[in-house]
């Protein structure tokens, strides 16, 4: 059994609030993601898991024991760090024995571990090299094995793949998954790439300025972001948001300065009455839910200001009133520059914030 | 076509600015070589020197062109001064001692290796614990460290030779006044006890005066090393001290052989505290060769001899320690 708790965990450098109040499960045999922004507080939250870093309150249990007062090597944990930190002076082989050494395993099981390891991440060709001989990849690789060749209750990883090339990173992303069922591993992975957290988590916690804003499984946090940081912070393109506000007597949502007005779904015109705030209202809508209309009918106008083609699609800016939106369409479609367009939007997909609390108000 | 005209325009002056430059650049190397090198040149030649041609004008500079060279006077080192006058040459040759060279270079030998073992690991010690841990006022606690090389030596020499001179008597006085009878014997027992001539006295002194340069290189040397080395391997299963022996020290090695070879230097070359605080027992070489300059005529040849055999030691040292010295350190693994 591996289960994580992370009770009410603040942490201060100075009169730097690293952590506040941060309040994390990791079930056993889970792959759970912090994600977040530089700076905010991912690296220490893993850190205070570990034992490197002594949280100013809270709680660290590990299953259902609290080990604040547990010093790292008793946690029997394993950590991958950042920069990878490979014992310079010591070979790929010894350094993947080292944690082995400390466990007092004999050569022939050392020997067996390490084959089994290395093979599985494909670098038993590696093994009399030392660490500044190896190509980043590489050196990335025997961080993993060292931490992998034991049985560790918990997995600690901080951004392993950050300083990897983009090919080499969408490849290792893939093997980590694979490798995490296998051993049936449960991982307390750190990182700032969103597409890495939804593509590896079974759940993701997203984190900004030390404060926990959600928790829930990838498709959950993308499809309900709680607040304006995680709807902007999560999806390859960022969501649009609009200022709005709300006319409980049409019902619509009205745009700024009136240059649209859309009816909300199901349900949220109440929601927003019943949140006290009508005024002060952002739209977000993600760029794939918003289409070109084909009739001169539309629920957006807009004027067509600048094309990025990514190759499998087209992302078009586009000027609606005041606010500039961004829209996701196939790669054949040909928009020219200055061009006057109308937009459908998949209401149901649209999101209602309120500005001044930045939360998402749900319906 | 403008790269093409700047190619193919040749003049001479960038030519010359470049040999002047290399010219400049050279002599200025090799005058400072000489410069450097000249004294001890000149000590090595003028400890062969017969002791006729050793203040002969003017100075020959070549030993086998000049004169002959001899080992007299690295015989002279060992032996004691002649009698005095009035004896024949043969009787004066028979009845001199063994002088005190051989027990002071010993001396010399054992404070400096103590000094700069203890000095270098304590020193290296704190700043392990400065460079990793926070540490309430540390810059106050760095400064003053450092603080304590800022006066001038000479300045703590009589506060030094008071604390020296007698401490045993000044704690006894103190537990005379405790009214229990194995305390009053006990500072009975220490009333003599002096740090004055003894070994450990001036192992000591020294220790102190090399512990704040150990502590200021280390310590910015460990700023240098990530401290995610002894993380891992405390993650790997090693306490903090294991991490430290396994990992750190071997990667602090070199800096801790550059940062002897100060300490050693230091301690080896310390004149003014042996000289006054060691007169009779536990001195060190350099009273030794301000001794035997003392008296009379100066024997040149035998100073220069000594000064020759003193500075083996530390030739053969920092030799050794050389490799160390340039190959640094190497951060391989870790990306910064």
Redesign the interface.
């Known amino acids: 059994m591996s289960h994580l708790k992370l009770e009410n965990i603040t942490k201060c450098f100075g009169s730097l609030v690293a952590l506040d109040n941060i309040n994390l499960e990791v079930h056993d045999q889970e792959f759970m993601v912090v994600l977040g922004p530089t700076g905010a507080g991912k690296t220490t939250t893993l850190r205070c898991a570990?034992g490197?870093e002594k949280p100013d309150e809270g709680l660290v249990h590990m299953d259902r024991e609290v080990i604040n007062r547990v010093?790292?090597?008793e946690r029997?944990?394993?950590?991958v760090?950042q920069?990878?930190?490979?014992?310079?002076?010591k070979t790929v082989y010894q350094n993947i024995a080292?944690?082995l050494e400390?466990?007092k395993f004999t050569k022939a099981q050392k020997d067996e571990a390490i084959q089994r390891i290395t093979q599985l991440l494909r670098i038993d060709h590696l093994q009399d090299r030392?660490?500044?001989?190896l190509s980043?990849g590489e050196?990335q690789r025997v961080a993993l094995a060292?931490a992998m060749v034991r049985q560790p209750r918990l997995f600690?990883m901080d951004e392993p793949l950050t300083?990897l090339d983009f090919k080499l990173r969408s490849q290792m992303r893939g093997e980590l998954k694979r490798i995490q069922r296998e051993l049936a591993a449960t991982f307390f992975y750190v990182t700032n790439d969103q597409l890495e957290a939804l593509s590896l988590g079974d759940r993701i916690a997203v984190l900004d300025h030390g404060e926990l804003q959600q928790t829930g499984p990838p498709q959950e946090v993308y499809e309900n972001p709680a607040n304006l940081f995680v709807a902007g912070f999560i999806g390859s393109t960022r969501m649009n948001f609009m200022d709005c506000s709300y006319d409980p007597d049409s019902q619509t949502i009205v745009g700024r300065d009136g240059v649209w007005r859309l009816s909300p779904k199901e349900g949220a015109g109440q929601a927003i009455v019943a949140n006290g705030n009508t005024e002060h209202l952002v739209f977000g809508i993600r760029p794939e839910d918003i289409a070109i209309s084909t009739t001169d009918e539309g629920d957006l106008a807009g004027k067509v200001y600048v094309a990025e083609p990514l190759g499998d699609r087209i992302v078009y800016d586009i000027q609606v009133g005041q606010d500039m939106i961004k829209i996701k369409t196939s790669p054949t479609t040909m928009l020219g520059i200055g061009k006057q367009i109308k937009l459908k939007v998949n209401i149901d997909r649209a999101h209602i914030f309120d500005k001044n609390s930045t939360k998402a108000i749900q319906a | 076509m403008t790269t093409n005209t700047q190619i193919t325009r040749t003049s001479n002056l960038p030519k010359i600015i470049h040999y002047a430059k290399e010219f400049l650049f050279w002599f200025v190397l090799i005058a400072t070589f000489l410069f450097s090198i000249f004294p001890l040149y000149w000590m090595f030649i003028t400890s062969l020197k017969p002791r006729t041609d050793v203040e002969m004008t003017p100075p020959t500079f070549m030993p086998f062109v000049d004169y002959q060279p001899t080992l007299d006077n690295y015989v002279d080192v060992f032996l004691k001064d002649r009698a005095g006058a009035g004896f024949a040459e043969a009787d004066q040759e028979a009845t001199r001692k063994i002088s005190e060279f051989p027990t002071t270079l010993t001396n010399s030998v054992i404070i400096t290796t103590v000094t700069t073992i203890l000095a270098v690991l304590m020193g290296t010690l704190a700043a392990y614990a400065f460079s990793r841990f926070q540490i309430k006022g540390e810059a106050d606690m760095r400064f003053f460290i450092l603080s304590t090389r800022m006066l001038p030596p000479v300045v703590v020499l009589i506060p030094v030779f008071l604390m020296f001179n007698q401490p045993g008597e000044l704690v006894n006085n103190a537990l005379q006044n405790i009214p229990i009878s194995f305390i009053q014997a006990f500072g009975e027992s220490i009333k003599d006890f002096s740090l004055r001539n003894s070994y450990i006295g001036i192992t000591l002194l020294y220790i102190t005066f090399g512990l704040p340069f150990v502590v200021w290189m280390m310590k910015g040397f460990f700023d240098e090393i990530?401290k995610?080395?002894e993380?891992?391997?405390?993650?790997?299963?090693?306490?903090r001290l294991?991490a430290i022996w396994k990992?750190v020290l071997?990667?602090a090695f070199p800096a801790m052989l550059a940062t002897s070879v100060f300490v050693v230097i230091t301690a080896w070359n310390e004149f003014v505290f042996v000289l006054l605080l060691n007169r009779d027992n536990a001195t060190t070489v350099p009273p030794f060769l301000f001794s035997i300059l003392g008296y009379g005529q100066v024997e040149w040849g035998r100073t220069a001899a000594t000064s020759v055999l003193f500075l083996i030691p530390i030739i053969v040292f920092t030799f050794l320690a050389r490799n160390h010295l340039l190959r640094g350190v190497?951060?391989?693994?870790?990306?910064?």
Request: charged share 25%.
């Open positions: 570990a490197l010093s790292p090597p029997d944990m394993a950590f760090f920069n990878y930190a490979l014992y310079p002076r080292f944690p400390a466990r030392l660490p500044r001989q980043g050196q060292r600690l300083n | 990530p995610e080395y993380e891992a391997a405390m993650m790997d299963g090693y306490s294991e990992i071997p990667e190497t951060f391989g693994a870790v990306r910064r």
